[in-house]
């Protein structure tokens, strides 16, 4: 019985760690070459390849170490990088102007 649970456990890990792995490669093959290098980020095509070997291994290869090194990888991507990207390429704008500063608009002392 306990070894069940434990079973049932660790197969759901695998299934959040690939969950994690396809959204971020998704969202890295989404995002403009050249919002990675305004960001300055490593590039577009390093994203891909570190996260593509990420959901390879999740998929083909059952070693929990390397999964959670992909898992590791793509929460780097997802919680640093995208959203860098997101604010060079002016996505995740919730209203407001160009001239807003953190406390509200700038108008140059006026």
């Given at each position: 019985?306990?070894l069940?649970?434990?079973?049932t456990?660790?197969?759901?890990l695998?299934?959040?760690m690939?969950?994690?792995?396809v959204?971020?490669?998704?969202m890295a093959a989404?995002?403009?070459?050249?919002?990675y290098r305004?960001?300055?980020?490593?590039?577009?095509?390093?994203?891909?390849i570190i996260?593509?070997?990420?959901?390879?291994?999740n998929?083909?290869?059952?070693?929990?170490?390397?999964?959670?090194?992909?898992?590791?990888?793509s929460?780097?991507f997802?919680?640093?990088?995208r959203?860098?990207?997101?604010?060079v390429?002016?996505?995740?704008?919730?209203?407001?102007?160009?001239?807003d500063?953190?406390?509200?608009?700038?108008n140059?002392?006026?």
């Open positions: 019985m306990l069940t649970g434990f079973s456990f660790v197969w759901l695998y299934m959040v690939l969950v994690l792995a959204v971020a490669l998704v989404m995002a403009r070459e050249d919002a305004a960001a300055d980020k490593q590039k577009k095509s390093f994203w891909l996260l593509g070997i990420a959901v390879a291994v998929l083909f290869v059952p070693m929990l170490f390397l999964q959670l090194a992909g898992a590791v990888a929460i780097v997802l919680v640093d990088v959203p860098a990207l997101q604010a390429s002016g996505g995740g704008r919730r209203g407001g102007s160009s001239s500063g953190p406390y509200g608009p700038y140059g002392g006026r």
